[in-house]
C-alpha cells in the first residue's frame, strides 16, 4: 500500500475542564484535590507539571527538569489551584487503576510518555493509516480566533495493530497498554476485534535525530507557585500554512515530501521565539 509523506493537522478537543469543588469531577484526598480519569464524552486538554528533558535549541544538549505543558493525560492527577485567565490550575499526573470506573473511559493519544512518543488511533483513517517516515502531525486545536498547537509529532517506524494484538503488546510499557491500547477506539490492538489495519506510530526522538524530532513547547517550572500560560498560538493563515479552524478537522497542510522540514522548522522558530522551550522527553506518570 503507498505510503504518504504529509504535514497533517490533526485537530482534538482542546478545552480544559472547569474546577469545580464538588462533584464527580474532582475530590479531595488526604489533603490534595484529585482529577479523577476522564469518563466525559469528549477528551479534555490538561495544564501538565511532570519530570522531562528540554532543549531551548536543536543542537543543544537535554536539560532536565519539572516541565509544564499542555498536553494529554486522561488518567488521574493532582490538581493545584490557580484561577488565572490562562488555566484554571496545574496537573500532576499519576497512574491510579481504572478498577470500579464506569462511562466512558477515554485514553491518552498521543502519548507523550516514556522512552518515547506514539500515537495509535485518534482519526486514524484513509492517509493517515500509511504515513511515511519523516511526515509531521501537528496535534492541536482550533479555537474561534487562532490555532493552538501542544505537540510536534515527526512520524518514525509502526507496528500495525494486528502485530500488536498477536504479541500480546509486549513491545509496550503495562502503562501505556492501561492508559491507551484498553478504550474506546484502540480495543483491536488488545483485542479479537476487527479491523486490524490501525497503526502505532514512534515519533522520532531527538536523540535520533537532532535536526528534526518530536517534541511539545513547554516550559521548565520554577515552583510549584508557577502561573498558567496559554499555548502556541496561530493566525489561521499564519506562515502561509492556512490552518483549519473546524475544531474537529483533519487537514493535510502540505502532501510534498521536500516541505516538511521546512514546515518544521517555521513552527519550531515559530514555538522557540514566543519563549518556549522544546521538551523532548516525559517521564511516565508514577503510580500512586
Known amino acids: 500500500m503507498k505510503k504518504h509523506s504529509l504535514v497533517v493537522q490533526l485537530n482534538h478537543p482542546g478545552s480544559e475542564l472547569k474546577y469545580k469543588s464538588n462533584g464527580r469531577d474532582f ?34 544538549k537535554v536539560v532536565e527538569s519539572d516541565l509544564l505543558f499542555w498536553g494529554e493525560w486522561e488518567g488521574f492527577s493532582e490538581f493545584q489551584v490557580l484561577g488565572k485567565n490562562d488555566c484554571f490550575g496545574i496537573h500532576f499526573p499519576f497512574y491510579r487503576s481504572y478498577e470500579g470506573l464506569t462511562g466512558n473511559i477515554q485514553n491518552t493519544d498521543p ?53 500488536v494484538f498477536e504479541n500480546n503488546a509486549a513491545n509496550y510499557t503495562e502503562m501505556y497498554k492501561n492508559a491507551t491500547l484498553k478504550w474506546t477506539g484502540t480495543r483491536e490492538y488488545i483485542s479479537d476485534v476487527s479491523p486490524k489495519n490501525k497503526k502505532i506510530y514512534k515519533g522520532i526522538s531527538y536523540d535520533e535525530n537532532d535536526k528534526m524530532f518530536s ?29 483549519c479552524s473546524n475544531y474537529s478537522c483533519v487537514k493535510y497542510l502540505s502532501q510534498n515530501k521536500d516541505e516538511i522540514y521546512n514546515i518544521w522548522k517555521k513552527i519550531t522558530d515559530k514555538v522557540l521565539n514566543d519563549g518556549f522551550s522544546l521538551g523532548t522527553h516525559f517521564n511516565e506518570p508514577l503510580l500512586k
Open 111 to 163: 502519548y507523550v510518555y516514556g522512552d518515547y512518543f506514539k500515537y495509535a488511533t485518534c482519526k486514524q483513517r484513509g492517509k493517515l493509516l500509511n504515513l511515511e517516515i519523516g511526515s509531521l502531525v501537528l496535534f492541536g486545536s482550533s479555537f474561534k480566533d487562532k490555532y493552538v498547537l501542544d505537540t510536534v509529532f515527526v512520524v518514525g517506524e509502526h507496528e500495525c495493530s494486528k502485530s
Open 27 to 60: 475530590f479531595e484526598e488526604n489533603g490534595n484535590i484529585i482529577r479523577p480519569w476522564n469518563t466525559h464524552k469528549i477528551h479534555y486538554r490538561k495544564f501538565l507539571c511532570n519530570k522531562g528533558s528540554y532543549i531551548n535549541n536543536p543542537g543543544d
Open 215 to 243: 517534541y511539545v513547547p513547554c516550559k521548565p517550572n520554577s515552583g510549584l507557585n508557577s502561573e498558567g500560560f496559554p499555548r502556541v498560538s496561530f493566525d489561521f493563515n499564519e506562515l502561509g500554512l492556512n490552518f
